[in-house]
């Protein structure tokens, strides 16, 4: 089960993020670029993505893990259910966090 503490502690693993609020919820942040969130009514966690192709790709590959609202459709972004398997969250937040981490925090993570 990916709970915010789960993600607190994932996040120490990628340079620059912090603990921080997006629309009144909990989120990872690198700056003031958002990396995820606790959505605000859904019992899930606001992925932000590359593109929306690969949004299409998550819900194809998983719709029990990964969805979108209205909301979301033609954005960037994924919801991601709290079930999913550690690992495959891992993955994504990686991704995320690489889409707005700082060269400096690339650098650092590249090169422990």
């Known amino acids: 089960m990916i709970t915010f503490d789960l993600i607190k502690t994932l996040s120490k693993s990628f340079p620059g993020t912090e603990v921080s609020t997006s629309y009144g919820t909990p989120a990872i942040k690198v700056g ?18 590359n593109t ?8 194809d590959r998983d719709p029990m893990a990964f969805y979108i609202t209205d909301h979301y459709v033609g954005y960037p972004a994924v919801l991601v259910r709290p079930t999913v398997d550690e690992s495959s969250f891992r993955d994504l937040m990686e991704k995320s966090w690489r889409r707005v981490a700082r060269k400096s925090d690339l650098t650092e993570y590249e090169n422990p």
Do not use: G, P, S, T
């Open 52 to 59: 929306v192709e690969e949004q299409q790709e998550l819900l």
């Open 32 to 49: 003031k670029k958002l990396v995820l969130r606790m959505h605000q009514k859904e019992d899930a966690i606001v992925m932000l993505l």
